[in-house]
């Protein structure tokens, strides 16, 4: 410690951190999910000020037109295709070999969420679709863990503190998935580097305040009965430098932290990848609250792909794969037959 507290004096120096809350910071057990623009940065802020136990979630590898803005990576971790948790993990050690790092190369569901958050004290969203988030949701409701929410798309981003048992979760505020057709996302409106690095900093700033003010990993969960208190969305327009606080305040019929329903968690809303052998194509279902408008899901594909729209099915065409989609959201994954390439393919485009 005696070394280390030498590594953070200017942190250590910093009156609401002391030593007292660089000591926390060192006993905590953090997990990223989702390494990609946020959460790298997100990863490489918290290990920089001594988080002690930093678990990497992520299911893709790293490629060329990843290095803009993730700040973790190199052109040889683009070159050899290295999964992003081992290679964000390899930076991370390099930076500070005392933190206990553990990558996992995985697509996070509602079959592993549990076993990977169990025992950790804070998770912070890096991820960059909506049913994953709503996953998080409910399992952090479900196990009484906080969550710093954050999102980009443009320049235009968001953050948000959910403390379960404490405040108003994300589905108080935004009860369902919003319909993914007209969603701008970071492939059709872009992403800035620099205002991705706000964001990530904010949360990662969001989460050392969580973790040095509270001794214990669920101190401020109180009884479920008890009154909940808003939370606080901040929203930033990172272009023309505007950011404002909003109020979420708890929903009194919220499915997750009043009702405690978590259908993401138990598999009910989450979509499923499934293999049709011989086909070189994978079948991905979603659930039916996700009616697709697929003249809406054309106009917005247009312009990145080939397009074909007929009453019964969208068919989008890019590069070596084809996604045919029904209203229902039930599409067909054409070229690959790896259920984690085709879901990403699908969340990338279609929507998740
Ligand atoms: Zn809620």
């Known amino acids: 410690m005696v070394a280390s507290l030498d590594r953070f004096k200017r942190q250590v120096a910093y009156a609401p951190i002391g030593i007292d809350g660089q000591r926390r910071l060192a006993e905590a057990k ?68 005392s933190i206990q790092l553990h990558p996992h190369v995985c697509d996070m569901t509602h079959r592993n969420v549990q076993s990977l958050l169990t025992g950790v004290d804070l998770v912070l969203d890096g991820t960059d679709n909506f049913e994953v988030r709503y996953l998080i949701n409910d399992a952090c409701v479900a196990m009484c863990i906080p969550w710093v929410h954050g999102g980009i798309v443009g320049a235009s981003g968001q953050t948000m503190l959910v403390e379960p048992g404490r405040t108003a979760c994300f589905r108080c505020l935004l009860p369902d998935p919003p319909p993914v057709e007209g969603m701008q996302t970071c492939d059709s409106a872009g992403v800035l580097g620099p205002a991705v690095g706000v964001i990530a900093s904010w949360q990662a700033l969001l989460g050392l305040k969580w973790l040095v003010s509270n001794t214990h990993p669920h101190a401020n969960a109180v009884e479920r009965d008890s009154e909940l208190a808003p939370a606080t969305l901040t929203v930033f327009e990172l272009w ?11 929903e009194s019929q919220c499915v997750c932290c009043k009702q405690r329903d978590f259908p993401f968690l138990t598999g009910l809303h989450c979509s499923d990848a499934k293999v049709l052998c011989g086909k070189n194509a994978v079948q991905i279902t979603v659930p039916a609250l996700r009616k697709l408008d697929l003249a809406s899901l054309a106009k917005r594909l247009g312009s990145e792909g080939a397009v074909i729209e007929t009453p019964f099915l969208l068919r989008f065409t890019f590069e070596k794969f084809t996604i045919s989609v029904f209203a229902d959201g039930r599409g067909i994954v054409s070229g690959t037959e790896n259920p984690d390439e085709a879901r990403k393919i699908y969340q990338r485009w279609i929507g998740g």
Do not use: F
């Open 240 to 250: 023309t430098g505007e950011t404002r606080n909003i109020q979420v305040v708890p």
């Open 30 to 97: 953090v997990a990223v999910c989702g390494l990609g623009a946020l959460g790298s940065t997100i990863a490489e802020r918290l290990v920089r000020c001594g988080v002690g136990t930093v678990h990497l979630i992520d299911r893709d590898w790293v490629e060329l037109d990843n290095l803009p803005r993730q700040a973790l990576y190199t052109m040889h971790d683009a070159e050899y295709h290295v999964p992003k948790a081992i290679a964000a993990a390899n930076r991370l050690s390099e930076i500070d070999p």
